[in-house]
């Protein structure tokens, strides 16, 4: 089993600066690819970020240029500097891991608001 544990959501005006970190811990052998996603109501989740093992990143076009995806592998964390924030990225926002253990398997973390107000 292996637990995702955000930290960092909170409120922002728009234009403000926010970090999400995540720390995975449990069994495996590696992580293969981290990622943030957010949700709002009755819209489904989307990728926001994410980034490989090896550092290869892909973002959501409409965060281009405003946020930053960084992954520790030694510390098994990813985080996702965010600025320019705008109230469009306003959502909750979960941490992704695929990892390996014999076989590839999927975790979400729990989840942590991110509000930007106008």
């Known amino acids: 089993q292996v637990q995702l544990v955000e930290s960092g959501g909170g409120w922002v005006q728009a234009g403000g600066s926010l970090r999400l970190s995540c720390a995975a811990s449990g069994r495996f052998s590696s992580i293969n690819y981290m990622a943030w996603y957010r949700q709002v109501p009755g819209k489904q989740r989307e990728l926001v970020a994410g980034?490989?093992?090896?550092?290869?990143?892909n973002y959501l076009d409409s965060v281009k240029g405003r946020f930053t995806i960084s992954r520790d592998n030694a510390k098994n964390t990813v985080s996702l500097q965010m600025v320019s924030l705008k109230p469009e990225d306003t959502a909750v926002y979960y941490c992704?891991?695929?990892?390996?253990?014999?076989?590839?398997?999927?975790?979400w973390g729990q989840g942590t608001q991110v509000t930007v107000s106008s």
């Open positions: 980034i490989t093992g090896g550092g290869t990143t």
């Open positions: 992704n891991a695929i990892v390996v253990y014999g076989a590839m398997y999927n975790y």
